[in-house]
């Protein structure tokens, strides 16, 4: 429809008598309607976990590169910088407040052991209305940088790490997250900067080797476990110093050095067992050892304890049942895993603790696989 003179200065509040203007005979006025095109959606900037993913690198790397951190390859620096320009990066919100989750962290999954320790901590995480969250480090004893920065993104009310120590610099970060830590069993000494929970390791070892030696046993064995585990160490020095204390010579050909595996028992036990003075005892540092030892002397065709005295230590449920009965030291696991947690609860709610370090005490429990040796 064609518009008049008239109409069309009306639309801009004018009209020809306005300013004495005067529309020209020859003047035409055209509409021009312009339609604007609908405009392509800009990408969001990307994640730290789909950069890595473009980029076919760890989100570790991408964080360092990202944080302006060392330890990047040039070429990998530059590849992600490029991504970054390319795409952008978008940071994950933070959540206002940790989640209720207890981080639990074990070096492997295996055995009755950590079925013990997350009974424990399920029992206060239960009482506290929390969640627990179990991840596993495949059988190092310290976690790698994936592992934090997932932590870091999960954002746990606190971190129990079982058999297994974090560097300076994971420590550190976990702190400026405000996120708390604890040590369970721990490899190494654990110090006073961070809360730990353990057992009484050498007096342990100290109760097995005596029970044994007051049964009249001279050659006992010890089977360790990792040389760099504070537990291990303790424990072979309790051996050590109930030996000198009866005045009974040490024979390092009696020490064995495991890892707190059933394969240990029955390869060292094999060995043992073929010296030409073997010994009339062995001392499992943990009962999957003793069930290694069991099914070594098996094999060889010596009866427990007619043959050969075992004493175990940590005293899990199963071993009550095993053929004979075993003789162990009982370590409260779950009473310790329920200690950790509870430090853990009271570090989150920004309470002190009335003691870093709490230590449980170790017992024998006396059952079917020790008796006097064969005059």
């Known amino acids: 429809m064609q518009r008049e003179p008239d109409d069309t200065l009306k639309l801009f509040g004018l009209s020809p008598k306005h300013s004495g203007f005067r529309p020209h005979s020859d003047v035409r006025l055209r509409f021009v309607t312009v339609v604007d095109e609908p405009s392509a959606s800009v990408p969001e ?3 730290l976990a789909q950069l890595a993913e473009l980029a076919g690198v760890s989100k570790a790397t991408v964080s360092k590169v ?5 330890a990047v390859a040039p070429e990998t620096r530059a590849l992600i910088e490029g991504l970054i320009r390319e795409h952008g990066f978008r940071r994950q919100r933070r959540r206002s407040s940790p989640a209720a989750v207890l981080e639990l962290v074990f070096h492997e999954l295996a055995g009755d052991y950590p079925t013990e320790i997350a009974r424990g901590v399920g029992q206060v995480a239960r009482e506290h209305h929390m969640a627990v969250a179990i991840s596993e480090l495949q059988g190092n004893h310290v976690p790698g940088a994936d592992w934090l920065e997932d932590v870091l993104g999960r954002r746990p009310a606190g971190v129990i790490a079982v058999f297994s120590s974090l560097t300076d610099l994971q420590r550190e970060r976990l702190a400026t997250h405000k996120i708390p830590l ?16 353990g057992a009484g390791n050498w007096n342990g070892g100290l109760t097995a080797t005596r029970h044994l030696l007051e049964l009249g046993h001279r050659r006992i064995a010890i ?4 040389p760099h585990a504070l537990s291990s160490r303790a424990r ?12 009974v010579p040490v024979d390092p050909d009696l020490i064995c050095q495991g890892d707190y595996q059933i394969e240990d028992g029955l390869t060292h036990t094999h060995r043992l067992l073929r010296l030409p003075n073997p010994p009339t005892a062995v001392f499992a540092s943990n009962d999957g050892q003793a069930i290694g030892v069991y099914h070594a002397a098996n094999r060889l065709g010596l009866r427990i304890p007619d043959d050969l005295s075992v004493v175990g230590f940590d005293d899990m449920p199963p071993m009550r049942w095993a053929i004979p009965p075993l003789t162990t030291i009982h370590q409260p696991l779950a009473e310790m895993a329920g200690a950790a947690a509870t430090m853990l609860v009271t570090l989150a709610r920004g309470e002190p603790l009335p003691h870093h370090r709490k ?8 059952r079917e696989s ?3 040796p064969k005059p």
Do not use: K
């Open 45 to 47: 900037p990307l994640t």
């Open 66 to 70: 990202v944080n302006g951190r060392s």
């Open 182 to 197: 604890v040590l369970l069993d721990p490899t190494g000494d654990p110090g006073h900067r961070v809360p730990s929970v």
């Open 223 to 226: 089977i360790t476990g990792p």
């Open 236 to 247: 072979l020095d309790g051996y050590r110093a109930a030996l000198d204390t009866a005045g």
């Open 359 to 366: 230590e449980f005490a170790t017992t024998l429990v006396v």
């Open 370 to 372: 020790t008796a006097p």
